[in-house]
């Protein structure tokens, strides 16, 4: 928030599903001082509407909107909602989706699809080559970006690891492999000859993703609700291997882009070196079949996703919406 130079304000906040008996009492306490420290902050903001994107923290703020008449909305980037979104969708006046899909969990008349919002740089007809030139990459070699998110996949990385040189002998590899194994993988690429080790960048974290996101032809990354926006609007085909864990809410995310053609899923458990090496040397070998998901990805981009979001809260707080051609 400081980055972007916006002001913040935090509450005290728990989760409450799955957790133990002591774990949760305590989370419950949390929440109901979260409360009435989201009472004091709506009371002296006085706001219009409150704007949640779920998770636990948004609970006591938009039952704090709720106890003081000013209205809400909630946004589900996920294609499944989680509890709290859930528990959310009873007190909030508008729910915006990414996807249609969401609508079977949820209070149908509320509900709203948008698309999931994404930088206004991020567009299919953006320049590749410029934005390969800008990560040092090769303008006319193919790419493929391996990311697992801001800590890194482990069972991605691992995977990536014991296919690296293969790998960058079949095309480019930009991998962000988030803190937890960029030192090994840094020292695997070490080791490689020169030519190749060329072909294989490393960054523990990448703060430019939009370019690496419009320089590759293809990307292997969890499932996470980014995935459903970032991707289409990029036209980027996926190898998804959706995290296990977490109530498992990227595999609804998965199956949403696997069935429109954009994607193939791996599981967790399958995935290893040589079922990386083979999905990508099979996809990578296709530029046709590339082509057509890519195709596909671009067909569910929304890119007025973010305008339709500000068009919804203005309309919650009475403002009439000024729309531009």
Known sequence: MARAGLP?????????????????ARNLSRLAVGYTQAEGILGRFKPDVV???????GVPVVVAARRQGIPSL???????????????ARLVDRICVTSDESRQYLPADKVVETG?????????SADKAAARAALGLDPTQ????IFGGSRGAR??????????EKLAMLSQVVHVTGELDAQAVQERVAGMLGTVRRRYHVYPYLHEMVHALRAADLVVSRAGAATLGEYPAAGLPA???????????????????ADAGGATIVPDEELDSARLLSEVTMLLGDPTGLAERARAMRGLARPDAARRIGEELLALAKVRPEVTA
Do not use: C
Not at 74 to 88: H, N
Not at 116 to 124: D, F, I, K, S, T
């Open 142 to 145: 193919p790419t493929v970006l």
């Open 116 to 124: 999931y919002p994404v930088r206004p740089e991020l567009n299919a």
């Open 155 to 164: 069972r991605i990385n691992q995977a990536a690891l014991g296919a690296a």
């Open 239 to 257: 190898i998804l291997v959706p995290l296990p864990i977490s109530g498992g809410h990227q595999w609804p995310n998965a199956r949403f882009l």
């Open 74 to 88: 909630v946004y589900l980037p996920d294609v499944e909602p989680g509890w709290a979104v859930k528990a959310l």
């Open 8 to 24: 913040f304000a935090g509450i005290r906040a728990g989760g409450v599903r799955g957790m133990g008996p002591l774990t949760l």
């Open 51 to 57: 704007f949640a994107t779920g998770g636990y923290v």
